[in-house]
């Protein structure tokens, strides 16, 4: 079983940045490919950014390219999200997950998700 912990959440200015960091322990093996996903209040939980083993591949979002990059460190089993010129907009829950195979960006087949992390941006 894999456990996926987020960390780095908080309150920033519009124009800002900050960094989320999500580490991953227990059966790693399964973590092949590491994604972000958010969920803004009343709103569906979605993609944000997905990456595979070794970076192998990398998918974001239109709404957050050019803004946001996500990498990993496969040797630490971490995975991050570096957001800057956040928006508004960008203010949800930020959950890491992570699944078996090929990236994607549909929510549900990955199989194992972390508890979240709250980012605010204010105007």
């Known amino acids: 079983q894999v456990q996926l912990a987020e960390s780095g959440g908080g309150l920033v200015q519009a124009g800002g940045s900050l960094r989320l960091s999500c580490a991953a322990s227990?059966?790693?093996?399964?973590?092949?490919?590491m994604g972000w996903f958010r969920q803004a209040p009343g709103k569906e939980r979605e993609f944000v950014a997905a990456?595979?083993?070794?970076?192998?591949?990398?998918i974001y979002a239109d709404s957050v390219k050019g803004r946001f990059t996500i990498s990993r460190d496969d040797a630490k089993n971490m995975v991050y999200l570096q957001m800057n010129s956040l928006k508004p907009e960008d203010t949800a829950l930020y959950y890491c997950?992570?699944?078996?195979?090929?990236?994607?960006?549909?929510?549900?087949?990955?199989?194992?998700w972390g508890q979240g992390t709250q980012v605010t941006v204010s105007s």
């Open positions: 997950a992570a699944k078996a195979g090929v990236v994607t960006n549909i929510p549900s087949v990955y199989n194992v």
């Open positions: 227990g059966r790693t093996f399964s973590t092949a490919t």
């Open positions: 990456t595979m083993l070794f970076g192998a591949r990398t």
